[in-house]
């Protein structure tokens, strides 16, 4: 379904917000990078119930708005042509285009190289790097999930019930009310405790699914330097 545009007065300022209806019980509040608010809201759930929540979580929303505006603007979009600079695990790689007859990407001596038979389509040297981030993020992913769950008391509590990457428009990560966690695939370009941040954020929705006072009490006690990390994670990939 379509997000529809909507907007509440908070004091002097006007919060501008979308509403996303999806098949849920609970009504979530997300600011985006970008300093958008994005309502995920129940399929049934009143235009007058979901602008009161967004008025009472409006403080929170401008906090989060502001720290995001300091970011902003982001960098622009990569143009995947030679010496252009990649981000892979927190670190910079110039982009090496090489003509062979194999299609292959790696990592060399500070440069993704990658091998391609059409050298001159910068669209087809996009689609092999976004293919090997792809396949790096599922294994590097997995592997840090696993290490995460150990920050828990009790691990198997908070396993999700699947992990699924996927390139999306703006959140780092999410869990859904079925206790899926899905996984930017950008993310793959970070620090790995940055990575470790958003895993553990999330974690944190299967037992608290709001960002009220019990989340951050899991979050402060399983991760007490999480707001280092987040910072860590925003600046890196502005």
């Known amino acids: 379904m379509k997000p529809v545009g909507h907007s509440v007065r908070y004091g002097e300022h006007s919060i501008d917000f979308f509403i996303v209806r999806r098949d849920r019980t609970t009504l979530e509040i997300a600011v985006e990078p970008d300093a958008s608010v994005v309502v995920a809201a129940p399929m049934d759930a009143p235009l007058l119930a979901i602008e009161e929540k967004v008025r009472k979580r409006a403080a929170w929303i401008r906090r989060q708005q502001r720290y995001f505006t300091q970011f902003l603007p982001r960098t622009p979009d990569r143009q995947y042509v030679a010496g252009e600079t990649h981000l892979y695990l927190g670190r910079q ?8 007859v194999q299609a292959v990407v790696k990592l060399a001596r500070g440069f993704i190289v990658v091998q391609t038979h059409r050298p ?12 090997w981030y792809r396949q790096k993020a599922q294994k590097k992913f997995a592997e840090r999930l696993e290490l995460n769950l150990l920050r828990f008391p009790a691990p198997e509590e908070f396993r999700p019930k699947g992990l699924i990457v996927r390139q999306l428009r703006q959140r780092w990560g999410s869990m859904s009310p079925s206790s899926r966690l899905m996984l930017n695939r950008r993310l793959i370009e970070a620090p790995v405790d940055a990575i470790d941040y958003v895993i553990t954020h999330e974690l944190c929705h299967i037992a608290v699914p709001h960002h009220g006072p019990e989340f951050f009490e899991i979050l402060d006690r399983v991760l007490p330097d999480w707001p280092a990390r987040k910072d860590k994670l925003e600046k890196k990939m502005a």
């Open 120 to 131: 001159e389509r910068p669209e087809v040297t996009r689609e092999l790097v976004d293919a």
């Open 93 to 100: 790689y110039r982009l090496k285009v090489v003509p062979h």
